[in-house]
Each structure stands twice: as C-alpha cells, then as structure tokens.
C-alpha cells in the first residue's frame, strides 16, 4: 500500500466546515504536512505539527493528529469558494531528511 | 519578493526528442529540488541540490535524466531522449536549508507525444 493515503475528493457547500483526513503507515515520521495546490500552480506549505503533538490550530485551520492510529485531519472552518484547490497530506522523519513524502492529494470542491 | 520561477511552464514534445526545464530558485536558497508530478498523484523528489552538490539523486533515472546546478544557483534539469511515461508536472522548489520550508515554483508541464 501508499505510504501516505487520503480520499481523493470531497465536495462542501460554502460556509461549511471541511475535514480531510489522511492516513499513514511510517511510525517514524516526525513531521506532518499539509499543502494546498491550487490550478496551474506549485505546492504552498499550510501547517505542519510534530508528531508529539495532537492538535493544532491556525485561524480557520485545525489540524489534528491521532499518532497511535496514525491519521492527520485538516478542518477548514467557514470553507469559502477560493478554498478549492487539491490538499496533499505528507510525512518525512526529520533528523537529516525532510523530504516529504506526498499522498496523492484530495480535491475539494466548495459549491455555493 | 520572487518566487520559485520555472520557465517553460508548459512544453509539448515528440517521444525520442531531448527536452531542458530551468529552475531559478529564491535568492539566498541553498538546498534545491526537483519534483516530478504524475497526474493524480502527489509530487514525487527527483534530485536534491546543496548548493551546488546533488546530495540525494537516488531516484533520478540517470540512464534518460540528468541535471545540473552550476555556481549553486539556477539549475537545469534534462531529458534525452523523451519517453511517454515523462508526461507530468516538473516541480522545482528551494528551501533556505534541507530543514526549512520549502517553496514550490509553478511548474512546467510536460506533453511527450
């Protein structure tokens, strides 16, 4: 199986709260990522957390990680129409090599 | 402040031809990346600069791939001779150090027919 695996699509009205959740399999991995990648465009980095930690939160994003079950969530809160883009979770384990390694991305589609 | 900047952003080609993408990463960026993006899927690393020595190439295959960062800045990235497996998204990116954020360029998007 994938290293890192997400559901490829989810579709939300606007106003709502999105959740997109992501599984993976290394139990090593020290960083957690998630990038939003928009038409046309190259990766941008939304948040990370370390893996000792369970929650994170960065405006109207919440990001939280489940380590024993190895699964990482983003909430967008109040999801609006320029939220559509493709989310890519990824993983990498620090300690010389932060290279991430990517899921294959999930497309959220906000509908008015 | 500019970006990662990619340059063609898109290119269209016939199997067997050679093909080149430039990558100029953001000043002062010491570590450079080239990622491959298949459609559907997440990037996928290709080689890793430290300034000007390509420290992780392990998944370039360097019987048709080959690239270059001379004086540690810009880098080329090559393909001789184009298959039609190559069609993807080439992403270069720069990070201030191996463990910093990195910063993704636009991409160049690869047609091999």
């Known amino acids: 199986g994938e290293d890192v695996e997400q559901s490829l699509f989810l579709s939300v009205r606007e106003g709502d709260s999105s959740v997109i959740n992501c599984t993976y399999t290394?139990?090593?991995?020290?960083?957690l990522y998630w990038y939003k990648q928009e038409p046309g465009a190259g990766l941008q980095l939304l948040t990370y957390?370390?893996?000792?930690?369970d929650m994170k939160q960065d405006q109207r994003l919440t990001v939280l990680l489940n380590k024993k079950d190895k699964h990482l969530s983003l909430r967008i809160a109040d999801t609006q129409t320029g939220d559509s883009a493709i989310y890519f979770c990824?993983?990498?384990?620090?300690?010389?090599?932060?290279?991430?390694?990517f899921g294959r991305g999930t497309s959220l589609i906000v509908h008015p | 402040e500019a970006g990662v900047v990619q340059s063609p952003r898109y290119k269209i080609i016939e199997k067997k031809q050679p093909v080149a993408f430039w990558c100029n990463p953001i000043?002062?960026?010491?570590?450079l990346y080239w990622y491959r993006q298949n459609l559907g899927q997440g990037p996928e690393l290709l080689i890793r600069?430290?300034?000007?020595?390509?420290?992780?190439d392990s998944q370039l295959p360097k019987d048709r791939f080959s690239a270059e960062r001379l004086k540690g800045v810009d880098s080329t990235l090559k393909i001789q001779p184009a298959e039609l497996g190559d069609s993807a998204v080439y992403l270069c990116?720069?990070?201030?150090?191996?463990?910093?954020?990195?910063?993704f360029g636009p991409g160049t998007r690869l047609t091999v027919l």
């Open positions: 990116a720069s990070s201030l150090t191996s463990t910093n954020e990195q910063f």
């Open positions: 290394d139990s090593s991995s020290t960083y």
């Open positions: 957390i370390f893996s000792n930690m």
């Open positions: 990824a993983e990498s384990q620090g300690g010389g090599s932060y290279i991430p390694t």
């Open positions: 000043s002062g960026h010491n570590t």
């Open positions: 600069y430290e300034n000007e020595e390509a420290v992780d």
